[in-house]
DNA sequence: TACATTTGCCAC
DNA sequence: AAACGTGGCAAATGTA
């Protein structure tokens, strides 16, 4: 059964005899797709694999399990959005999560393709805000740093400045997956990658990636400091909060295991940023749906994806419903930088422009 | 049959 | 996973 870990572990490392993986906590090998992809190459079955667990992850966690949960009198699926789902402030989605729909690849697109605008008057359509490069930006409130300030003033996609710089190519080649992977390298720095992990995720020497980490603090030599500040100030108060004052108390990070307590730091650095967009977006949302109800419009409020909102409006509405969002959204909080809203607008989830 | 744990993977 | 953070879900496996 290749769907059984252990039972494909036995199939690769002792009968065919492949390179063994990292090990796990339990002392077995991973077949996680990130070592099988180290072993490509090593025998034509891995792709075949690789090839099987995508297609077995999108069919048994979408394309079979939504459509029994359309409900018969509404058409509709109804998630639960879970106020208190995230210690960070976050809300969360479950039966189904709505907030983890496929969108990487062309075949998990397809899946979001299926949700599409019906029920807003006769000539429906999806309608979509999402926060620009969001928590960048509250990095750049909270550190100061010249470099962050300056580049959000004059209006940059630090995602795609990071993509040309790491991948070596000028910013008219930066293509949608490069700035995909830049984007996890930016955050992922910032929360406490380390150069062992860069290293494993993208496969480089670990010299490699410590240097351009190294170049990334040089850049941004403000972050060093939130860092560093937010550690020792959570490590005092025994908690971690928000720009708006939302608390999420760590004990664990005065922890005399080394292991616990730089987990507990990695979550102080994150929580006041992940938790102050949450809290922007929760605000944003209130005064969204207020303005709608005052105005009698139509148009619905159908999902949040944690920085992103989505509408299914009137055709006649998506003008009016644009210029509402891009007057409250951006305007939620007055940071140090702006604050920027992408919108796009679709028949189905999966093809927005 | 019910529930917990492990492994893996989708999204932001 | 020691080794970016926040979630939820499916399948296999183990226990009661
Ligand atoms: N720690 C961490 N946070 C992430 C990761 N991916 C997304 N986030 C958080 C930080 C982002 O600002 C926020 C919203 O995700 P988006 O996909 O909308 O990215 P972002 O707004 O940064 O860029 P965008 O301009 O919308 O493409 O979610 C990740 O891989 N690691
Ligand atoms: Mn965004
Ligand atoms: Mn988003």
New binding site residues.
Partial sequence: ?I???????RVLFEELKLPKT???????????????EELRGAHPVIDLI?EY??L???????V??LPGLVNPRTGRIH??F?QT????G?I??????L???????EL??QIRRAFVARDAGPDPYLLSA??SQ?ELRILAHYTGDPALVEAFRRDEDIHAVTASQVFGVPMEKVTPEMR?RAK?FN????????????S??ERIPQEEAAEFIRRYFEKYPGVRRYIEETVQRTRELGYAETIFGRR?YLPEINSPN??VR??AE??A???PI?GTNADIMKIAMARVQQEMDRRGLRSMMVLQ????LIFECPANELEEMQGLVLDIMPNAAQLAVPLKVDVKVGKTWGDME
């Fill in positions: 059964n769907g059984s870990p252990q039972q494909l572990s990292r090990r796990l906590k339990t002392g077995s090998y991973s077949t996680d797709a990130q070592s099988l690789l667990r995508e077995t992850k999108l069919k048994g966690t979408y079979d399990a998630s639960d879970n789902g995230a210690a960070t976050r969360s989605s479950s039966n189904p999560n907030q983890n729909i496929p969108v990487r690849s998990g697109r999402d926060y969001i995909r996890v955050f992922g720095v910032l929360y406490g990658l380390t150069p062992y992990g860069l494993v995720r999420r080394a292991n730089q987990a990695r979550a650095i994150n929580m992940q994806v944690h920085d992103e």
